[in-house]
């Protein structure tokens, strides 16, 4: 399959484009090289005329925003809080009331609500595990795409939050798969970040003898072992990692060489103590804290969690000494260093019932307006946004949003959708509750890769 080049000139404008590849025709996405500074303006005030409209009818308005972003006070709560904020503040007769869940919950109780009623505003994942049944129920409100033509979207970054040409949601994030690791604890004991998957192997052996926890993995949640799962499945497929994925859902046939070798990795990578005891029990905030204590060497998770190098919570001495890498490559895999596992993650939507549809519409456009989620993102290091990020680069960036910079700048191509969202809703469950058995042993590759494939019939 012939590669498409993904991501140049980060430098000067760094524009992205990562299409959802599991649900589309294409496996890798090309690169938007306009930086649109002049558009960024026109955006502003086009949204600071709309809510100049909901000031001047003084009529009080409450909107009910539900997130997955339960941490107001440090990452993407903190920057979806301060716009909430300014909001407020610009347009004194509108009250936001936020209820904000972990992921998992949040997830739990989106399925109640789109029951019995969804909130005005809520947090989505354009993906189609997620979405395709969402907007099948209709609970969504259809947004106007010609609105944000001047918001510096990443190409093709809206694609995965659209049904029959309509647009249903925004997103918010370019989402990297990273190993993160503590490179003060590297150098004291000499260690290098690995090129190779047999590289890291051996790295996590001489840390373990050492008696620190190799990588803080959190199997208990299921979905961010599914991401490590797809991390060497790219590594092992290369570009064809999206076809073959598709294929396997298509079929309920998930029998690919590929997928058996990259399932067998993990559970070896398992078995050989790459990750803590217990990990496959163990959730979010107690994986990163082995981490940002000190207690893992290394951390496996998403770019959005970047602002570890800005979270004043977390020690100095390992707060300044964050770094990140890649998946290394795989002996015999078709990837090379550069081929990443990356997408467009989640975002916002409107309910399409809601009592305040055009002033929770008016939200969200002002959310997405270039100089708040993007710059305010940027500014607290919560990794790269779905819109153009140029005018907010200042030279002084963290090292670690450095590196990430340039991993997307060289990257030659990006996966997609993660595996776990690739395919219906029972398959996302089954995948994401199965995971854990396999890499633990209980339960054989052959008999995991036939409970996911039942899972998409």
């Given at each position: 399959?012939?590669?498409?080049?993904?991501?140049?000139?980060?430098?000067?404008?760094?524009?992205?484009?990562?299409?959802?590849?599991?649900?589309?025709?294409?496996?890798?996405?090309?690169?938007?090289?306009?930086?649109?500074?002049?558009?960024?303006?026109?955006?502003?005030?086009?949204?600071?005329?709309?809510?100049?409209?909901?000031?001047?009818?003084?009529?009080?308005?409450?909107?009910?925003?539900?997130?997955?972003?339960?941490?107001?006070?440090?990452?993407?709560?903190?920057?979806?809080?301060?716009?909430i904020d300014e909001y407020m503040a610009e347009n004194p007769n509108v009250t936001i009331e936020v209820e904000a869940l972990d992921e998992e919950a949040y997830k739990t109780k989106f399925?109640?609500?789109?029951?019995?009623?969804?909130?005005?505003?809520?947090?989505?994942?354009?993906?189609?595990?997620?979405?395709?049944?969402?907007?099948?129920?209709?609970?969504?409100?259809?947004?106007?795409?010609?609105?944000?033509?001047?918001?510096?979207?990443?190409?093709?970054?809206?694609?995965?939050?659209?049904?029959?040409?309509?647009?249903?949601?925004?997103?918010?994030?370019?989402?990297?798969?990273?190993?993160?690791?503590?490179?003060?604890?590297?150098?004291?004991?000499?260690?290098?970040?690995?090129?190779?998957?047999?590289?890291?192997?051996?790295?996590?052996?001489?840390?373990?003898?050492?008696?620190?926890?190799?990588?803080?993995?959190?199997?208990?949640?299921?979905?961010?072992?599914?991401?490590?799962?797809?991390?060497?499945?790219?590594?092992?497929?290369?570009?064809?990692?999206?076809?073959?994925?598709?294929?396997?859902?298509?079929?309920?046939?998930?029998?690919?060489?590929?997928?058996?070798?990259?399932?067998?990795?993990?559970?070896?990578?398992?078995?050989?103590?790459?990750?803590?005891?217990?990990?496959?029990?163990?959730?979010?905030?107690?994986?990163?804290?082995?981490?940002?204590?000190?207690?893992?060497?290394?951390?496996?998770?998403?770019?959005?969690?970047?602002?570890?190098?800005?979270?004043?919570?977390?020690?100095?001495?390992?707060?300044?000494?964050?770094?990140?890498?890649?998946?290394?490559?795989?002996d015999g895999g078709k990837a090379g260093t550069n081929d990443i596992a990356a997408w467009n993650g989640g975002g916002y939507a409107v309910s399409a019932d809601s009592a305040v549809k055009?002033?929770?519409?008016?939200?969200?456009?002002?959310?997405?307006?270039?100089?708040?989620?993007?710059?305010?993102?940027?500014?607290?290091?919560?990794?790269?946004?779905?819109?153009?990020?140029?005018?907010?680069?200042?030279?002084?960036?963290?090292?670690?949003?450095?590196?990430?910079?340039?991993?997307?700048?060289?990257?030659?191509?990006?996966?997609?959708?993660?595996?776990?969202?690739?395919?219906?809703?029972?398959?996302?469950?089954?995948?994401?509750?199965?995971?854990?058995?396999?890499?633990?042993?209980?339960?054989?590759?052959?008999?995991?890769?036939?409970?996911?494939?039942?899972?998409?019939?």
């Amino acid at each position: 399959m012939k590669k498409k080049i993904i991501a140049s000139l980060l430098t000067a404008a760094m524009a992205v484009s990562l299409l959802a590849g599991c649900s589309k025709s294409n496996s890798s996405t090309e690169v938007s090289n306009d930086a649109q500074n002049t558009a960024q303006e026109s955006a502003a005030e086009g949204d600071e005329a709309a809510s100049e409209t909901a000031v001047a009818s003084g009529e009080a308005v409450t909107i009910k925003l539900f997130s997955n972003l339960p941490d107001r006070k440090n990452g993407q709560g903190l920057v979806e809080q301060m716009i909430i904020d300014e909001y407020m503040a610009e347009n004194p007769n509108v009250t936001i009331e936020v209820e904000a869940l972990d992921e998992e919950a949040y997830k739990t109780k989106f399925k109640a609500y789109a029951m019995d009623g969804m909130p005005d505003v809520v947090s989505i994942w354009g993906q189609p595990a997620f979405l395709d049944e969402v907007l099948d129920a209709g609970v969504l409100a259809e947004l106007n795409e010609a609105d944000y033509a001047d918001y510096g979207f990443i190409a093709g970054s809206l694609e995965g939050f659209k049904k029959d040409g309509k647009l249903y949601g925004l997103p918010r994030n370019t989402d990297i798969m990273l190993i993160y690791y503590n490179q003060k604890m590297f150098d004291d004991n000499g260690w290098k970040v690995p090129a190779t998957y047999d590289e890291l192997m051996s790295l996590c052996a001489d840390i373990k003898a050492a008696g620190i926890t190799p990588i803080a993995m959190d199997g208990g949640d299921g979905w961010p072992m599914a991401c490590f799962l797809t991390d060497i499945l790219v590594r092992v497929a290369g570009t064809d990692y999206a076809e073959i994925v598709r294929n396997a859902v298509a079929t309920g046939n998930f029998s690919a060489p590929e997928m058996q070798e990259a399932t067998q990795i993990l559970v070896d990578s398992a078995a050989a103590g790459m990750f803590q005891v217990g990990y496959d029990s163990q959730d979010y905030g107690t994986t990163m804290n082995l981490f940002t204590n000190g207690q893992a060497a290394m951390y496996c998770m998403g770019s959005w969690d970047c602002s570890m190098a800005l979270n004043e919570d977390i020690a100095p001495e390992i707060r300044d000494n964050i770094r990140a890498f890649t998946m290394p490559v795989v002996d015999g895999g078709k990837a090379g260093t550069n081929d990443i596992a990356a997408w467009n993650g989640g975002g916002y939507a409107v309910s399409a019932d809601s009592a305040v549809k055009e002033e929770a519409i008016r939200f969200l456009n002002y959310m997405y307006q270039p100089d708040k989620l993007s710059k305010y993102g940027w500014e607290n290091g919560v990794g790269m946004s779905a819109q153009d990020q140029t005018a907010y680069l200042t030279g002084n960036e963290t090292e670690l949003q450095k590196q990430v910079m340039d991993i997307l700048k060289n990257a030659t191509s990006v996966s997609g959708t993660p595996i776990n969202d690739c395919g219906p809703s029972a398959f996302k469950t089954a995948i994401e509750s199965e995971i854990q058995g396999v890499s633990n042993g209980s339960t054989s590759v052959d008999d995991f890769l036939a409970a996911i494939g039942a899972a998409c019939e």
